[in-house]
């Protein structure tokens, strides 16, 4: 491993446009942080294309399992100050890595959480975790949506965002349409809803949209062929958190399965 001392050396200027949303959409390529992160991008099979080690950590037994399941991955040395710049978290473990987007399939596969413009990283993060654990396959981002491949929201997922397929879709329509193409049954998630969520018939391939903190589902979400559904609750109560509705809804799903 070489240490990178200097702001103007190639991989630093890399690691630091790989901060930036635009960059990593146009690359397709995201920066993970932290062993555990490192450990899952590979364990699921990602392409990670280099990764970086704060100097005086690089006997870290952790990273040094980490980098060992990498094998013949490039590994460079950052200096301690440069690393910790450049890292995203108060404590940094001592590891980042650039790792490949991975290109979601032709085709659906299974059912789908669609997240209609959620904008708190940590909810985004949150909901992918939980769809995860849920069997939920795809995720579909609705444009507006936080960006998926920020650390925030892959540090929320834990790692659940390296086994599901992400689509993305420039709106509503474009998501529904998406959905239609694959058969998927479309279930709006609105406090306002039609249906209690425990009497709808979640069974089979379905699509699950959770909506905006603030602002709730767009309205081409609620037209008349979607079906809406709702969590009762007490009538003081004023709403659910938005990755505590997705949960609810993705775990009774999974209940109706009998899985």
Known sequence: MKTIVSEANETVKFVRKLCERK??????????????????????????????VRSGDETDPG?????????DTSTVLFDRDLFDSLADTVTPQGVMA?????????QMNGSALVIDRLQDPGNVGSIVRSADAAGIETVIAVKGTADIYSRKVLRAAAGALFRIHVFFAEDAETALTLLRENDIKV?????KGAIPYHSADLTGRIG??????GGGLSETFLSGDTDTIYIPMEPESESLNAS????????EKRRQDGR
């Open 23 to 52: 960059y990593r959409d146009r690359e397709g390529m995201f920066l993970i942080e932290g062993i555990h992160l490192l450990y899952e991008a590979l364990k699921s099979g990602l392409e990670v294309i280099q990764i970086y």
């Open 63 to 71: 990273i040094l399992d980490a980098l060992r399941l990498a094998k």
């Open 98 to 106: 650039a790792v490949r987007r991975p290109n979601p399939p032709a």
């Open 187 to 191: 279930f709006a998630c609105d406090m």
């Open 208 to 213: 699950i949209v959770i909506g905006n903190e």
């Open 244 to 251: 505590v509705t997705a949960a609810i809804v993705m775990f």
